[in-house]
């Protein structure tokens, strides 16, 4: 008998990239492939990688950089590149590198087995389409091994809103919504599995209509109904398909979390329309006032840019405004970069020390508000769902309902469990407390 081939995956980018992963580790395992977390000793090493700024894209040639003298050392040894990078450059990166053995778009996973006996043939090994099919009913979730409390779901794929400097429209595809049904089924296995938190996952994950017309308020309150399953969250957002129904929502279902995440980009109109991102500031603020009547304690999550071409200073403290007239419990803020093939590619960048001063500035401010939030915590009392263990012996990590990362000192039966938390004191991205009675 020859000994199990060795498997290791390496992630980038947002969380349908880690569930992705999660999903290819579990196809492959099934058809006998044996996941290694070193890929030294790894028959096939598969980066899955990001797009979406210039850095994440090039840490991939570096990585493979490192990866060739082991692949020279290990005869056989196989190198394939997934994710958007995949998608967006193609057999170009077998150019750019070739040690690189086969190259798979994120629509394509289901067609990894076929691909990989293809690379180990030494064929050429490229798969970029976007299939009709759905790719998760043909990648199994994984069988025993750990219990997830918290597990991702994916509902939706792809993007048609065309802001100006995002690639993900181009290596996601076009917005595709899985039918219900399909979606249900897969969430009552996660539940019978351990599942007691499911994250459903979009690029737009609001715009979400399955072929016979279920939006994702209509899709969340069924979900609601599975008995065992505790709490509900969705991730991304965009503010143009928040509608009145899932809005009504966060004051109805007590399973669906106080949490949004809901990138606005930039407070400036001027700049918002330069990113073709079709609302105002005022649009925003209007949203965020109606969310919050329906549900006063939501934390409200954001994605920022700056120094997109053409923002001045002024448009800068627009930005800056309308941070300070959310009050963000968490964000993410990014120096825009600029990505090839995409509308603002081509338009005059900023000094990159002007840029650079604004971003210290806005992230200055995103800190701030950050730290009050997980300060206005310290003292209340509030449900945890228990996910692993901690850092030290004897304590466990669960997350509060608004997402933060909660550590308390208690036996690692609770993961799985929620169970009521004093909170005692605020880290910096974190809550620390003890189990309540
Ligand atoms: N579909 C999601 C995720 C998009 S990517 C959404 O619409 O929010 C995540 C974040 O990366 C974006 O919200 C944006 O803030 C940032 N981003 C995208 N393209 C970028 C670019 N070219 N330069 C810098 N940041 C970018
Ligand atoms: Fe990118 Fe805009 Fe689509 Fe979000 S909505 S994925 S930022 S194009
Ligand atoms: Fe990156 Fe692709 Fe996600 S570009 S952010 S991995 S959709």
Redesign the pocket.
Known sequence: MTAPKKLHIRTWG?QMNVHDSERMEAALSAGGWQVTDRAEEADLVLLNTCH??EKAAEKVYSELGRLKPLKAARPGMLIGVAGCVAQAEGAEIMRRQPAVDLVVGPQSYHRLPELIARAARGEAAVDTEFPAEDKFDHLPRPRGGRRQPAAFLTVQEG?D?F?A????PYTRGAEVSRPAARVIAEARDLVARGAVEITLLG??VNAYRDPDGVTLAALIRRLAGIEGLARIRYT?S?PNDMDDELIALHAEEPKLMPYLHL?V?SGSDRILRAMNRRHTAADYLRLIARIRAARPDIAISG???VGFPGETEADFEDTLALVRAVGYAQA?S??????PG?PAADRPPLPAEVAADRLARLQALLADQQRSFLQSMVGRTMPVLFEKAGREAGQVVGRSPWLHPVVVAGPGALIGAIRPVAVTAAQPHSLAGRLAA
Do not use: A
Request: charge should be positive; proline fraction near 7%; include cysteine.
């Open positions: 947002c979406i700024r993007c809103k802001c400097f995002c690639v993900v690029q737009n991304t965009h990138p980009q994605d920022f840019i993410f990014f120096r825009y970069s600029p990505r995409t």
